[in-house]
Protein backbone atom coordinates (compact mmCIF):
# COMPACT_ATOMS: atom_id res chain seq x y z
CA UNK A 1 0.00 0.00 0.00
CA UNK A 2 0.80 3.34 0.08
CA UNK A 3 1.95 4.28 -3.26
CA UNK A 4 2.58 7.57 -5.33
CA UNK A 5 2.97 7.87 -8.93
CA UNK A 6 4.70 10.38 -10.87
CA UNK A 7 4.19 11.16 -14.86
CA UNK A 8 6.46 11.55 -16.90
CA UNK A 9 9.59 9.87 -15.37
CA UNK A 10 11.53 12.25 -17.27
CA UNK A 11 11.22 15.35 -19.88
CA UNK A 12 13.35 17.15 -22.19
CA UNK A 13 11.76 20.71 -23.55
CA UNK A 14 12.64 23.98 -24.80
CA UNK A 15 13.49 26.95 -22.81
CA UNK A 16 10.02 29.14 -22.62
CA UNK A 17 8.01 26.21 -22.82
CA UNK A 18 5.58 24.74 -20.21
CA UNK A 19 5.78 21.88 -18.91
CA UNK A 20 2.94 19.65 -16.50
CA UNK A 21 4.17 17.23 -14.05
CA UNK A 22 1.56 14.51 -12.27
CA UNK A 23 1.49 12.80 -8.81
CA UNK A 24 -1.27 10.43 -8.44
CA UNK A 25 -1.70 8.04 -4.96
CA UNK A 26 -2.61 5.24 -6.43
CA UNK A 27 -4.17 3.17 -3.37
CA UNK A 28 -5.09 6.21 -0.44
CA UNK A 29 -6.65 9.68 -0.94
CA UNK A 30 -4.27 11.75 -0.16
CA UNK A 31 -5.84 15.08 1.86
CA UNK A 32 -2.31 17.05 1.55
CA UNK A 33 0.20 16.66 -0.83
CA UNK A 34 3.78 17.96 -1.31
CA UNK A 35 6.29 18.98 -4.36
CA UNK A 36 10.10 19.08 -3.55
CA UNK A 37 13.46 20.13 -6.08
CA UNK A 38 16.30 18.02 -5.78
CA UNK A 39 19.29 19.57 -7.68
CA UNK A 40 22.61 17.43 -8.24
CA UNK A 41 24.57 16.40 -5.22
CA UNK A 42 22.12 18.16 -3.06
CA UNK A 43 19.34 17.52 -0.79
CA UNK A 44 15.67 17.85 -1.14
CA UNK A 45 14.03 21.16 -1.07
CA UNK A 46 10.55 21.52 -0.19
CA UNK A 47 8.63 24.14 -2.88
CA UNK A 48 4.84 24.19 -1.81
CA UNK A 49 2.08 22.09 0.14
CA UNK A 50 -1.08 21.80 -1.24
CA UNK A 51 -4.55 20.45 0.19
CA UNK A 52 -7.06 19.03 -1.78
CA UNK A 53 -9.01 22.02 -3.06
CA UNK A 54 -6.97 24.71 -1.97
CA UNK A 55 -4.87 26.99 -2.74
CA UNK A 56 -1.09 25.80 -2.48
CA UNK A 57 1.35 27.08 0.01
CA UNK A 58 4.73 28.31 -1.10
CA UNK A 59 7.56 27.90 0.37
CA UNK A 60 10.01 31.42 0.35
CA UNK A 61 11.86 32.12 -2.70
CA UNK A 62 9.45 29.81 -4.68
CA UNK A 63 7.28 31.94 -7.45
CA UNK A 64 4.04 30.95 -7.28
CA UNK A 65 2.95 32.11 -10.65
CA UNK A 66 5.88 30.15 -12.10
CA UNK A 67 5.13 26.61 -10.23
CA UNK A 68 1.59 26.18 -10.96
CA UNK A 69 0.12 24.08 -8.40
CA UNK A 70 -3.13 22.28 -8.83
CA UNK A 71 -4.46 19.51 -5.95
CA UNK A 72 -8.33 18.97 -7.66
CA UNK A 73 -8.80 15.73 -6.35
CA UNK A 74 -7.76 13.45 -3.37
CA UNK A 75 -5.71 11.37 -5.85
CA UNK A 76 -3.86 13.86 -7.69
CA UNK A 77 -1.97 16.73 -7.87
CA UNK A 78 -0.10 18.39 -10.55
CA UNK A 79 2.82 21.09 -11.47
CA UNK A 80 3.37 22.96 -13.77
CA UNK A 81 6.42 24.77 -14.33
CA UNK A 82 5.61 27.60 -16.81
CA UNK A 83 8.52 29.39 -18.97
CA UNK A 84 10.74 27.49 -17.87
CA UNK A 85 14.37 27.84 -18.14
CA UNK A 86 17.88 26.20 -18.36
CA UNK A 87 18.08 26.84 -14.17
CA UNK A 88 15.00 25.08 -13.84
CA UNK A 89 16.49 21.75 -14.89
CA UNK A 90 16.12 19.47 -12.00
CA UNK A 91 14.69 16.44 -9.95
CA UNK A 92 10.87 17.36 -8.89
CA UNK A 93 9.64 14.39 -6.30
CA UNK A 94 6.10 14.90 -5.29
CA UNK A 95 4.86 13.31 -1.98
CA UNK A 96 1.49 12.71 -0.98
CA UNK A 97 -0.60 11.84 2.85
CA UNK A 98 -3.75 11.20 3.88
CA UNK A 99 -6.02 9.41 6.22
CA UNK A 100 -5.20 8.93 9.83
CA UNK A 101 -0.97 9.10 9.23
CA UNK A 102 1.10 11.59 9.12
CA UNK A 103 3.27 9.76 7.06
CA UNK A 104 4.43 10.96 3.51
CA UNK A 105 4.86 8.68 1.25
CA UNK A 106 6.76 9.60 -2.09
CA UNK A 107 7.07 9.30 -5.37
CA UNK A 108 9.68 8.18 -8.07
CA UNK A 109 10.39 11.58 -9.25
CA UNK A 110 10.54 13.99 -12.54
CA UNK A 111 13.78 14.81 -14.05
CA UNK A 112 13.17 18.16 -16.37
CA UNK A 113 15.58 18.94 -18.70
CA UNK A 114 15.31 22.46 -19.95
CA UNK A 115 17.33 23.42 -23.16
CA UNK B 1 16.61 23.87 9.52
CA UNK B 2 17.07 20.48 9.81
CA UNK B 3 16.82 19.61 13.72
CA UNK B 4 18.79 16.16 13.34
CA UNK B 5 22.97 15.07 13.04
CA UNK B 6 23.85 12.24 10.96
CA UNK B 7 27.40 11.31 10.08
CA UNK B 8 27.99 12.09 6.51
CA UNK B 9 29.05 8.44 5.39
CA UNK B 10 29.23 4.85 6.40
CA UNK B 11 30.45 1.78 5.39
CA UNK B 12 28.94 -1.91 6.05
CA UNK B 13 29.74 -5.17 5.00
CA UNK B 14 27.21 -7.08 2.93
CA UNK B 15 25.49 -9.39 5.15
CA UNK B 16 26.02 -7.57 8.73
CA UNK B 17 23.96 -5.38 10.28
CA UNK B 18 24.01 -1.57 9.21
CA UNK B 19 23.59 0.60 12.47
CA UNK B 20 22.98 4.28 11.33
CA UNK B 21 22.99 6.61 13.75
CA UNK B 22 21.21 10.27 14.74
CA UNK B 23 21.40 12.99 17.33
CA UNK B 24 18.41 15.34 17.55
CA UNK B 25 18.91 16.21 21.08
CA UNK B 26 16.51 19.56 20.73
CA UNK B 27 13.33 17.43 20.02
CA UNK B 28 10.49 17.99 21.61
CA UNK B 29 7.87 15.32 23.48
CA UNK B 30 5.48 15.54 20.85
CA UNK B 31 7.75 14.76 17.60
CA UNK B 32 8.16 11.95 15.62
CA UNK B 33 11.46 10.65 14.72
CA UNK B 34 11.31 9.27 10.73
CA UNK B 35 13.70 7.83 8.69
CA UNK B 36 13.68 7.75 4.71
CA UNK B 37 16.24 6.72 2.13
CA UNK B 38 17.03 7.74 -1.57
CA UNK B 39 18.56 5.27 -3.15
CA UNK B 40 20.13 7.47 -6.51
CA UNK B 41 17.92 9.28 -8.94
CA UNK B 42 14.95 7.64 -7.22
CA UNK B 43 12.58 9.23 -5.21
CA UNK B 44 12.69 8.65 -1.42
CA UNK B 45 11.09 5.75 0.37
CA UNK B 46 9.49 5.78 4.22
CA UNK B 47 11.36 3.20 6.17
CA UNK B 48 10.47 3.65 10.01
CA UNK B 49 9.16 6.16 12.72
CA UNK B 50 8.45 5.92 16.21
CA UNK B 51 8.13 8.27 18.98
CA UNK B 52 9.45 7.29 22.33
CA UNK B 53 9.39 2.80 21.75
CA UNK B 54 11.32 0.75 20.03
CA UNK B 55 9.92 0.05 16.40
CA UNK B 56 10.51 -3.33 14.11
CA UNK B 57 9.19 -3.68 10.84
CA UNK B 58 10.39 -5.40 7.81
CA UNK B 59 12.62 -3.58 6.69
CA UNK B 60 14.36 -2.39 9.91
CA UNK B 61 14.76 -1.44 13.55
CA UNK B 62 14.39 1.93 15.41
CA UNK B 63 16.29 2.01 18.81
CA UNK B 64 15.56 5.38 20.32
CA UNK B 65 17.33 6.35 23.72
CA UNK B 66 15.23 6.86 26.99
CA UNK B 67 15.42 10.67 26.92
CA UNK B 68 14.72 10.59 23.41
CA UNK B 69 17.66 12.91 22.15
CA UNK B 70 19.08 10.46 20.09
CA UNK B 71 18.07 6.97 17.99
CA UNK B 72 20.06 4.33 15.94
CA UNK B 73 18.11 2.84 12.67
CA UNK B 74 19.31 -1.08 12.01
CA UNK B 75 19.45 -3.00 8.84
CA UNK B 76 19.97 -6.21 10.39
CA UNK B 77 21.27 -7.77 6.92
CA UNK B 78 22.20 -5.02 4.93
CA UNK B 79 22.64 -5.90 1.36
CA UNK B 80 24.09 -4.20 -1.82
CA UNK B 81 20.53 -2.64 -2.55
CA UNK B 82 20.51 -0.79 0.88
CA UNK B 83 23.45 1.81 -0.22
CA UNK B 84 21.75 5.01 -0.53
CA UNK B 85 21.43 8.03 1.66
CA UNK B 86 19.72 7.77 4.65
CA UNK B 87 17.54 10.86 6.10
CA UNK B 88 16.55 10.58 10.07
CA UNK B 89 14.19 13.82 10.32
CA UNK B 90 11.65 14.88 13.44
CA UNK B 91 8.80 16.03 12.77
CA UNK B 92 5.30 16.64 14.71
CA UNK B 93 2.19 16.21 13.35
CA UNK B 94 1.50 19.02 10.09
CA UNK B 95 5.03 20.11 10.25
CA UNK B 96 7.19 20.03 6.78
CA UNK B 97 9.66 17.37 6.57
CA UNK B 98 13.01 18.96 6.36
CA UNK B 99 15.73 16.76 4.91
CA UNK B 100 19.92 17.80 5.53
CA UNK B 101 22.31 16.36 4.32
CA UNK B 102 21.70 12.58 5.31
CA UNK B 103 24.28 9.70 5.86
CA UNK B 104 25.55 8.15 2.01
CA UNK B 105 25.55 4.36 3.19
CA UNK B 106 28.02 2.29 1.43
CA UNK B 107 27.27 -1.59 1.67
CA UNK B 108 30.55 -3.27 0.35
CA UNK B 109 30.69 -6.87 -1.11
Known amino acids: GAVVSQHPSWVICKSGTSVKIECRSL??????MFWYRQFPKQSLMLMAT?????????EQGVEKDKFLINHASLTLSTLTVTSAHPEDSSFYIC???????????FGPGTRLTVL | DAKTTQPPSMDCAEGRAANLPCNHS???????VYWYRQIHSQGPQYIIH???NNETNEMASLIITEDRKSSTLILPHATLRDTAVYYC??????????FGQGTRLTINP
Open chain 2, 50 to 52: GLK
Open chain 1, 50 to 58: SNEGSKATY
Open chain 2, 26 to 32: TISGNEY
Open chain 1, 27 to 32: DFQATT
Open chain 2, 89 to 98: IVLQGAQKLV
Open chain 1, 95 to 105: SAKGGTTDTQY
